[in-house]
């Protein structure tokens, strides 16, 4: 089990909008601390989509989106397109764990 | 090119010990924190130690005692001295840079280096 809970898929047709969950507790997004979003592509390492709950890293498109509020983050894209269907992961600080990240979502492309 | 490069993985009994190595290059490797994280075959990723600046380590519970992470600021490398490895412990090893700032995000990964615990 995950310190932060996403939903294990999501899916949307191409040219729509689909968000991913990243829900958390007081000792971690509740309590003030920064998400980040990662972008894992199929047999490759992660990538740094989204830092600081809303910031784009140079590099990726404005599809992509994030938001915060109280225990939860969002990840929306909006736009969709086959280069999209990844695994994505939202990850934060914890005062007991240290660094945890998300279960994972699977993005795929009808 | 900044540039995280991991070695050392490999197939190791259980109980056994191994020892990951991360090269760093495009970027003055003693000025960021790194971090070690891993993903076992089909499942999430999974932080296990970080190590600071001023080489401060920190541990994931269930490494604590059997891994130790050191970095050699000359070289520009960072080593994961894993000790007692049980199945539990395969999976692909990232090395990763934390960005400036406060509890920053991982912004620059390695390719990810194999481990695999197995009789």
């Known amino acids: 089990q995950s310190v932060l809970t996403q939903p294990p898929s999501v899916s949307g047709a191409p040219g729509q909008r689909v968000t991913i969950s990243c829900t958390g507790s007081s000792s971690n997004i509740g309590a003030g601390y920064d998400v980040h979003w990662y972008q894992q592509l199929p047999g490759t390492a992660p990538k740094l989509l989204i830092y600081d709950n809303y910031n784009r890293p140079s590099g990726v498109p404005d599809r992509f989106s994030g938001s915060k509020s109280g225990t939860s983050a969002s990840l929306a894209i909006t736009g969709l397109q086959a280069g999209d269907e990844a695994d994505y992961y939202c990850q934060s600080y914890d005062r007991s764990l240290r660094r945890v990240f998300g279960g994972g979502t699977k993005v795929t492309v009808l | 090119e900044v540039q995280l490069v991991e070695a050392g993985g490999g197939l190791v009994q259980p109980g056994g010990s191994l020892r990951l190595s991360c090269a760093a290059s495009?970027?003055?490797?003693?000025?960021?924190?790194i971090h070690w994280v891993r993903q076992a075959i089909g499942e999430g990723l999974e932080w296990v130690s970080a190590i600071g600046t001023g080489g401060d380590p920190h541990y994931r519970d269930s490494v604590k005692g059997r891994f130790t992470i050191s970095r050699e600021n000359v070289k520009n490398s960072l080593y994961l001295q894993m000790n007692s490895l049980t199945a539990g412990d395969t999976a692909v090893y990232y090395c990763?840079?934390?960005?400036?700032?406060?509890?920053?995000?991982?912004?620059?990964w390695g390719q990810g280096t194999m481990v695999t615990v197995s009789s």
């Open positions: 990763a840079r934390e960005s400036t700032g406060a509890l920053g995000a991982f912004d620059i």
């Open positions: 495009g970027f003055t490797f003693s000025d960021y924190e």
